[in-house]
């Protein structure tokens, strides 16, 4: 089977058998449902532990056409099975609603029903749900819910589905996945992906045509020509509709409070030409007024992670610590913005900070540009496990921003109370489906210019927070046993 898989559709296979929940957001025309057919005769004809498939499709046309389809993969499997059999599934409840489906059984007893969207057919059902098309189905809600509780026993669900609307089911699920709301395993293909692991060779050597990279550029630019306005949903995951604020006025002042300092350091530019040793000085002197009180005040019943974006002289470079309380909600001690401040004198203030954090646990860093030279020096001294150097990507901001704005949405987050602030985290837009921050500045209160700096810098530290516990391991030297010790542990 792997021989007839291309890379993404092996994933598939990988993760339906390994989880119980598999998401997959999907270009269109990149065979996953066939896959999937083919996933379902491995799962209900298997010799040991064999389960019943139950497709759903939005209409009876796709149910007819999933059938078929494994039906193929079962002579392919040579699998023995019935041929394709249509009747009526009926509701004992309601036998005025009875339902047109269709199935195959195999000689073990199991079957592949395909059915269309009706919550009510998955009621006292057990075995393996595929969900195709999520987004377009009537009453998505409710099928998820039936196909959920399947789960008690031991059931596995799969939902593909390219998207139709920010604001619809399939996308709440997604970023309910994304912020950590739902344990369930996502996969992501867009039609660049499936191409880039074969797709289109596959199709050539299907169609005997010969393959070339002129003629993928081709196919490729037709592809996208056909579904016009529609192709950034249609084939590169991009919900529709996705413009405007991404945090409301509302959501952000609920979770702010009036006694969390925020520290702001600038100087002029004659500042990076004294000498390093008043440079080092005067920074060690403002650390010692004003930070040194702040961080012996933070409790060390709790970890704490940090997020620092950077900036030189054009924008500002901020520090943001959160503080996770018993509760698991997170809380900011403290943030600190430095303008204008030479390179030396920003890794002299993080090394201050990051050496004092009780349990420290992570931190994520703008690795972009000049800021590499800070997270390179971060990664060095404290380790890979704990500082992420983020290369900041459409990528990262669609994986991890719904994992921010989820924290204000449940209320477990606590941040200063501050109208630059409130203006940099209302400067989140989402553009193409995905929030991040746009190009333009914006001048702050104290007239310095700022580029959503501490809402880039809170949601690495929130990302920061989400980082699993560092393995490690160690040996110490025993002069008496004349040897090594072997220890190990997890932080």
Known sequence: MDKGFLPYQRELTDCVFKYPVTVVEKSRRTGYTWAAAGISVLISAAEDNPSDTYYMGYDLEMAREFIEVAGEWAKRFSMLSSAVEEYVFEDP??????????????????????????????????GFVLIDEAAFHDDLAEVLKAAFALLIWGGKVLILSTHDGEDNPFNE????????????????????????????????????????????????QDIIDFYGDDAEEELFCVPSRGSGTYLTRALIERAMAADIPVLRLAQKDDFAALPPEIREKSIDDWLSDNVESLLNAVPDDGLTSFGFDFGRSGDLSVLWILREEKDLSLKTPFVIELSNIPFDQQRQILFYVIDRLPRFHAGAMDARGNGSYLAEACWQKYGSGKIDKVMLSQGWYRDNMPALKARFEDATLLIPKDADILSDLRALKVVKGIACVPEKRITGKNGLKRHGDAAVALAFAVAASRTDPVEYDYMTYDADDDGFNFNEGTY
Do not use: M
């Not at 073990?108 to 269309?116: D, Q």
């Not at 996969?187 to 596959?202: E, M, N, P």
């Open 93 to 126: 409840e309601s036998p005025e609603k009875n339902i047109k489906a269709f199935r195959i059984t195999f000689a073990n007893g199991r079957k592949i029903v395909a059915l269309p969207s009706v919550p009510r057919a998955l009621r006292g059902k057990q």
């Open 173 to 220: 699920l997604i970023n309910d996945i994304r912020a950590g709301k739902k344990p369930y395993k996502l996969l992501r293909c867009t039609f660049d992906d499936a191409l880039k692991d074969g797709l289109y060779q596959r199709i050539c050597k299907k169609t005997g045509k010969e393959w070339s990279a002129d003629a993928e550029r081709k196919w490729r």
